[in-house]
Antibody, heavy 125, light 107 residues
Framework: QITLKESGPTLVKPTQTLTLTCTFSGFSLSTTGLGVGWIRQPPGKALEWLALIYWDDDKRYSPSLKSRLTITKDTSKNQVVLTMTNMDSVDTATYYC?????????????????WGQGTLVTVSS | EIVLTQSPATLSLSPGERVTLSCRASQSVSRFLGWYQQKPGQAPRLLIYDASNRATDIPARFSGSGSGTDFTLTISSLEPEDFALYHCQQRSNWPFTFGQGTKLEIK
């Protein structure tokens, strides 16, 4: 069974850097074809894909946020870390991490399944 | 980037009714379109992937169709637990994008 859980600060000040950790179980990011993505959802608004990292350290970023985002993995700890610099009130959102795969044998190619429960981050002074 | 437009924004229906939700892409995504269900306070759950394939443990009353730019999610007979927020997502092109969501509420 695959599970993921996000952790990090619930409140950050404007201009600060946000660091979120996704701790997962039921799979390893050393396994060919697997990946973890980050998606956020401002209160009452749409989902927004942020970043994705694959087993081979291939990284993808949302172009609109690329300059502010860094995604890394620690395979030994089963963790993926997302950092976002220069936080602003518009970055207030629930941040989710999710499992994905691009394995040739999987039909769920690049779909997000399952997701973590999410963590609400508020940006306020 | 590909813009996904979902319609309508809100639907008010009764249990037992049939419903069709729409998702339109600003350019062709082939069949690389998926649907997620999100209940209040919960994370999204994958329902449909690649336009018409049900994800694991998704009831048969959920079905998806479409290709290119126009897609639909149909629920054949609404159960009380189906009243939720539904999102579409494309994985055809980077960046992956989501629609703004359709809220299905009880009439």
């Amino acid at each position: 069974q695959i599970t993921l859980k996000e952790s990090g600060p619930t409140l950050v000040k404007p201009t600060q850097t946000l660091t979120l950790t996704c701790t997962f179980s039921g799979f390893s990011l050393s396994t060919t074809g697997l990946g973890v993505g980050w998606i956020r959802q401002p209160p009452g608004k749409a989902l927004e894909w942020l970043a994705l990292i694959y087993w081979d350290d291939d990284k993808r970023y949302s172009p609109s946020l690329k300059s502010r985002l860094t995604i890394t993995k620690d395979t030994s700890k089963n963790q993926v870390v997302l950092t976002m610099t220069n936080m602003d009130s518009v970055d207030t959102a629930t941040y989710y991490c999710a499992h994905t795969t691009i394995h040739s044998t999987s039909s769920l190619y690049n779909w997000f399944d399952p997701w973590g429960q999410g963590t609400l981050v508020t940006v306020s002074s | 980037e590909i813009v996904l437009t979902q319609s309508p924004a809100t639907l008010s229906l009764s249990p037992g009714e049939r419903v069709t939700l729409s998702c339109r892409a600003s350019q062709s995504v082939s069949r690389f379109l998926g649907w997620y269900q999100q209940k209040p306070g919960q994370a999204p759950r994958l329902l449909i992937y690649d336009a018409s394939n049900r994800a694991t443990d998704i009831p048969a009353r959920f079905s998806g169709s479409g290709s290119g730019t126009d897609f639909t999610l149909t629920i054949s007979s609404l159960e009380p637990e189906d009243f939720a927020l539904y999102h579409c997502q494309q994985r055809s092109n980077w960046p992956f994008t989501f629609g703004q969501g359709t809220k299905l509420e009880i009439k």
